[in-house]
């Protein structure tokens, strides 16, 4: 009998231990705070750019090309480029895409004018390994991918991207204006109309304009301005008939500014750059402005 007791002692405790470090694991888990962005919002992000990406190595297509129209991470793949060209088992490259905006949709009034001004968008599709070389063409396996690759994709030669640290600064929603360069989120990306926390801009000041990976953007709204392209009733900042009005007409100008949220600017173009949301108080939209921090 005192066996059984001691057994069923023996046990409970080493349950109890076991119940105790497991919760001590998911606690340090839970606690886990990340200091730099992904792998993924950094080599998936995309950039705007007006130099144009050379188009002499591409992506041909890869094995059961009869039937597939794209390739996922598992399939092997075919590049233009061999050992004629340099090409060793080992090389890695990256792929990317031009893309546009086929919707037609513009949200802002501004945005034809500035996505001009900006370049065009060229999107992450992921990263390749060489594993076989003929003279010609060479063989390649996904060692990172973004997206589905198809035929055409652009091929460049992988160089690693800088990651930048977060800071611990929290966001302050009545942060005054820090009197340096303001831009405007212009896109985002897949051509979205709104973006939170972890998500992907692009703003209208690159390189050219001084901005380097890891500055930080604060992105902010003026109240009562007119700037959307979806109708606004005029004047709502001081005035909604049926529900008040104040005697003065106050517009956006004198009207404290409405702090939205601020992000990190992991690429830069000549006058784009590519901006993951770190935090925000509400949804942000393409047409909301931006000033370096």
Known sequence: MNNKIGYRTLTMGLRVGLGLIAWAGVASAQQYVPTTPTQESLYCSGVVTDRQVPGDTYLISGENSRYKTTFVPGDYVFINQGADHGVKVGDQFEVVRRESDTTGVVWFKYQPMLSRAMGSTYTDIGRLRIVHVDAKTSTAEMAMACDM???????????????????????????????????????????????????????????NQGVQVGDYFRMFRYQGSQSDTM???????????????????????????????????????????????????????????????
């Open 149 to 207: 690759m198809q035929r055409g994709d652009l091929v460049r030669p992988f160089v690693a991207r800088p990651a930048p640290q977060y800071h611990t600064v929290k966001l302050d929603p009545f942060a005054a204006p820090s009197g340096k360069k303001t831009a405007m989120v212009v896109s985002t990306k897949d051509f979205g109309a709104l973006v939170g926390p972890g998500r992907i801009v692009y703003i209208n000041l690159g390189s």
């Open 231 to 293: 109708y606004e009733i005029k004047n709502t900042s001081y005035t909604v008939f049926g529900f008040g009005s104040t005697p003065v007409a106050y517009e956006w100008n004198n009207l404290p500014r409405h702090v939205l949220g601020e992000g990190i600017v992991l690429r830069t173009g000549p006058n784009s750059s590519t901006v993951q949301v770190t935090a925000s108080r509400q949804e942000i939209y393409v047409g909301d402005y931006v000033e370096l921090e």
